[in-house]
């Protein structure tokens, strides 16, 4: 069964390292893009990823109001383009906008 959205969707990629626990995420329409992506930011990695391999990826779509990341000391919530333009948003303004029942 082949699985296909109307239009471009944002997926998270996660590479997964050799003996580190914590993965690497990256933000992409597909997984050429995906990889295209690691393999510019390889040589920025700390060094226990650039000394390891990866040995697994998984990828997901994000989740409205669920799936979450950091941006410096920033947290941000997937809204989706369709409410922010990058699909974005402060953890603490999604509270604000969507858990007080102010839709």
């Known amino acids: ?7 471009p969707t944002i997926r998270l990629y996660r590479f997964y390292f050799l003996g580190i626990s914590t993965p690497i995420t990256i933000q992409a329409y597909n997984e050429k893009e995906a990889r295209k992506a690691i393999e510019s930011i390889w040589s920025k ?22 799936s ?7 947290t941000l919530v997937w809204v989706g383009k369709g409410f922010s333009k990058t699909g974005w948003m402060d953890i603490e ?11």
């Open 1 to 7: 069964m082949k699985f296909s959205f109307e239009k």
């Open 45 to 66: 990695l700390a060094k226990p990823y650039q000394s390891s391999k990866i040995i697994g990826q998984t990828v997901c779509v994000p989740v409205f109001g669920v």
């Open 68 to 74: 979450k990341r950091q941006e410096g000391d920033k």
């Open 93 to 103: 303004i999604f509270k604000k906008k969507y858990e007080s029942g102010n839709t």
